[in-house]
């Protein structure tokens, strides 16, 4: 159980266009999901969190109009990179809590990751 | 604030030889504990949680945790280790209340010699 998706595994794509990436919850609901970003043999990064039906919390330094999320239902959160840049390539991992996990901090469920490439 | 210290970036051993993997932990308040494995380009899968109760704590694949909370440690241990454990390792930390930001160390990578 608590398997999340994210889609997709990997983007190899020219500089200046936007990219997006899927992260779904399949077998829970979700209000909240995160989305990290993982630097070559570094640690994970908080960028955002996602809250369903309201916008997303961004961690500082991370450019709200760069880095669209979207969490539009209980099962999906989007990131959409725009007008992507070679210094945006990177992997990037979205999470999800559990609905029915409630206010303990339980731990999140991780998606595969989706490594990103910009030429 | 809280964060997370794993001082070892690489620690390599030999097969069926016992591993510890130290994480050490800074935070005002109570906090909920995890470590973390991830494999090459793919995401993390939670090995094991302290959140109250028996400091030493029991997770898949033969891995364990102790929490001390005086030392602020919560180190990861295995008494034998195999060649699939080879993967990086990520102690992490939240607050036991409010807030579910989650804090990661910078992740050891376990290299298991044949």
């Known amino acids: 159980g608590a398997v999340v998706s994210q889609h997709p595994s990997r983007v190899i794509c020219k500089s200046g266009t936007s990219v997006k990436i899927e992260c779904r919850s399949l077998d829970f609901q979700a209000t909240t999901m995160f989305w990290y970003r993982q630097f070559p043999k570094q640690s994970l990064m908080l960028m955002a969190t996602s809250n369903e039906g309201s916008k997303a919390t961004y961690e500082q330094g991370v450019e709200k109009d760069k880095f669209l999320i979207n969490h539009a239902s209980l099962t999906l959160s989007t990131l959409t990179v725009t007008s992507a840049h070679p210094e945006d390539s990177s992997f990037y991992i979205c999470?999800?809590?559990?609905?029915?996990?409630?206010?303990?901090?339980?731990?999140?469920?991780f998606g595969d990751g989706t490594r990103l490439s910009i030429l | 604030a809280q964060s997370v210290t794993q001082l070892d970036s690489q620690v390599p051993v030999f097969e069926e030889a016992p591993v510890e993997l130290r994480c050490n932990y800074s935070?005002?308040?109570?906090?909920?504990l995890f470590w973390y494995v991830q494999y090459p380009n793919q995401g993390l899968q939670l090995l094991l949680k302290y959140l109250s109760g028996s400091t030493l704590v029991k997770g898949i694949n033969g891995f364990e945790a102790e929490f001390n909370k005086s030392q602020t440690s919560f180190h990861l241990r295995k008494p034998s280790v195999h060649i699939s454990d080879t993967a990086e390792y990520f102690c992490?930390?939240?607050?036991?209340?409010?807030?579910?930001?989650?804090?990661f160390g910078t992740g050891t990578k376990l290299q298991v010699i044949p």
């Open positions: 992490a930390v939240t607050n036991s209340g409010g807030y579910q930001k989650v804090t």
């Open positions: 935070s005002s308040v109570s906090v909920y």
């Open positions: 999470s999800a809590r559990d609905i029915k996990d409630g206010t303990l901090n339980q731990p999140q469920h």
